[in-house]
């Protein structure tokens, strides 16, 4: 398919064979990408294999509970868990169904934790507030001694009610809110907003290679204050300098485009806010060429430094089948050696010949690993757009009338994996439903498991690596 | 070991000289400019967050999207200048023909015993995780808030200000304001970013919780979406030593 598009809304089906058609797909080795119902009593789901996509739509169920997929298919725990919280829709026999981001009542505590009798286990919980400057949620760790044996993770605390004003008023003029469902994916989260708009409004966009411009240099500077997080969790304090130096280079780099170091306000519905004159695009090219061979110096030396690698080696597994199982995304599957990336399946822009970078052992040092190697990719993709002039007048266009009735999804390989955005507009061409689908969501089930039989000061370490987004799954 | 030393060599001297008299690249919009003339009907339509009224263009709530400057560059226009930081919400309220504004923005002096030492607690009330990068940028190897005594500690028992990022959530005021309880007096509030001032974008959004911010007495506003690392420099040095 060519992505963004509208699809075609399939045939309606009973709730019975809804579920059905799921489980047939599912044992067909599709994976879920999202599972929600509409205000108008409507399921829907969205299902991949590689690139081929699966849109299911089906009605309420009439008891409101459906037998739970989740025991035979993981990936559909967190799905589940917010059918039920926004729908009310009970999964039967779901192994742990409790709510994802809403109070109940006003003030957010009290949930359950999963807890053992055991006196040979203890109980950690940590945060809401942690002790860095990070985004707020709760870890519940079983431990015995120092071991991890289990870990809860209850987020929910970054709940803005993002979606709800994803649907008031005009689509087209959301781009800002876009930005702000994560600031760290501001380029990622806004790209795909615009291909929605552009789908439903049949808009083809201008500067699609500044796009892909901003969207690999918002990888490649993530990517960095990442690999700088790790190098100071583990006590490696010249590679944490070094990164976080070189990640300020390339997000001034940013700046010196648009005005702001994380890429807000450059893109719009219909094409791009800001070009790229020659002149700067060649100051761009010598500097980044710089920055380049000092990312690949440092982080050559960081990856083959024996106190590093102590830490980082066999840490925080997550392996190729559990990630298949729970369907987890970006770089958590291509570090356990799954190809998964949108920028093959669902290319916003084809004329890259692309091939995912992977890594087989899925710990710590492997995605550390694959976020050097997807830094230096960058790079190169970065290196060939430049290459020719770039602020061709005019940059964008207005978006057309948007058309009723239709259904548009949006997919953008962010630099945590794949967004994917999904809209639909009423009869009267006002937005039906908005679903923002960050990696995150399913990702962060990844971090619980990888944690478990690790030591619990390896936490931070394990956290930092996968570098999940708190307000991209909070919404 | 031959790569670290090239690495090492090459990355130099990081460090900004002096980041209160730093130069900033021309098309970052920091500090506004209305003209006296300007049409503010028409700009505070096309605003998506309400900051542009009658009386002028509001700091608090500005997200610097460009959008009005790209409407009427006659009208608005963002000098390069990131000394956005104001002492007072009235401040923050930019108005047509006005040029004095970072001159007299802050003049709120803290006690002399914070004139060399001052320590930050963090607490991110559903921020979009850009203010909390830049407010831990503001440590690292290029802006190093360090050198004039700020710090961001772990525990609010060691900390002498709370620095909100976020427009609250209904889901964290609990918790923002116990960690406000837990800050020995005396104690001064800092609001970075436009959600944390304003709400932001999410002001209308019927999850978001206002009264802490509007309850308390703030000490320092940094603008910005999210507040640069400079703005938020600027603002606490001058609030500590005065210009």
Known sequence: ?475 | MFELLKARILHGYQAIPDPLKAKINQAFPGVPRLSAGADLAALAKCCPVNAISDSGLDLGRCIFCGKCQRLDPEAVSFEADFRLAADSREKLIIRPGQQDYPETSIQTRLPRQFRRSFALRNVSAAGCNACELELGACSNVNFDMGRYGIEVVASPRHADALILTGPISQNMEAALYSTWDAIPGPRFLILSGACAISGGIFAESDKIRRSFASKLTVTLYIPGCPAHPLSIIHGLVTLMRGR
């Open chain 1, 1 to 475: 398919m060519t992505n963004p598009s509208c699809l075609e809304l399939p045939a309606r089906l009973n709730s019975v064979a809804f579920f059905e058609q799921i489980r047939k797909l599912c044992q067909n080795g599709y994976s879920p990408m999202t599972l929600f119902g509409s205000k108008n009593r409507q399921l829907f789901c969205l299902l991949h294999q590689g690139a081929e996509l699966k849109l299911l739509n089906g009605d309420f169920p009439s008891t409101l509970s459906f037998p739970s997929l989740s025991p035979q298919f993981p990936s559909f725990q967190i799905l589940e868990r917010e059918l039920y919280e926004e729908q009310g829709l009970v999964p039967i026999g779901h192994p742990w169904l409790k709510p994802v981001r809403h109070p109940r009542g006003d003030i957010y505590e009290g949930y359950e934790f999963f807890a053992s009798q055991s006196s040979a286990l203890h109980e950690v919980g940590v945060g809401p507030v942690h002790a860095g400057v990070i985004e707020p949620g709760h870890f519940r760790f079983t431990c015995r001694g120092e071991i991890v044996e289990y870990l809860e993770i209850q987020l929910g605390y970054q709940h803005r009610g993002i979606i709800r004003i994803f649907e008031q008023d005009d689509i087209r003029d959301k781009v800002s809110l876009a930005e702000c469902i994560a600031g760290d994916t501001a380029i990622g989260h806004a790209l795909a907003y615009c291909g929605i708009v552009e789908a439903l409004t049949a808009t083809p966009p201008l500067g699609v290679r500044i796009r892909i411009i901003a969207l690999e240099l918002e990888r490649i500077a993530m990517h960095l204050a990442v690999l700088s997080a790790l190098a100071g969790d583990v006590a490696y304090l010249l590679g944490q300098n070094l990164l976080a130096a070189l990640r300020t280079e390339v997000i001034n780099t940013t700046l010196s485009i648009c005005g702001s170091r994380f890429g807000k306000r450059w893109l719009c519905p219909g094409g791009v806010n800001y070009g790229i004159p020659m002149a700067l695009a060649q100051g761009i090219v010598s500097n980044l060429k710089k920055t380049q061979n000092r990312i690949r110096l440092s982080c050559e030396a960081m990856l083959s430094e024996p106190s590093v690698l102590s830490r980082f080696d066999d840490t925080g597994k997550v392996t190729a089948p559990i990630a298949s199982e729970y369907g987890f995304t970006g770089i958590v599957a291509k570090a356990a050696g799954l190809k998964l990336d949108s920028r093959v399946d669902f290319p916003l822009y084809p004329q890259i010949d692309f091939i995912p970078c992977t890594e087989c052992s899925g710990d710590v040092y492997a995605r550390a690993q694959l976020r050097y190697l997807e830094i230096m990719q960058s790079f190169d993709i970065l290196f060939m757009l430049l290459k020719e002039p770039l602020d061709t007048k005019p940059l964008s266009q207005k978006p057309k009338e948007i058309k009723p009735d239709s259904l548009a999804i949006s997919i953008v390989e962010g630099y945590r994996g794949r967004i994917l955005h999904l809209a639909k507009t009423a009869g009267d061409g006002s937005t039906e439903f908005y679903r923002i689908v960050d990696p995150s969501l399913v990702n962060w089930q990844a971090l619980a498991i990888a944690v478990r039989g690790e030591g619990i000061s390896d936490f931070p370490l394990c956290n930092k690596s996968f570098d999940l987004s708190y307000c991209g799954s909070d919404l």
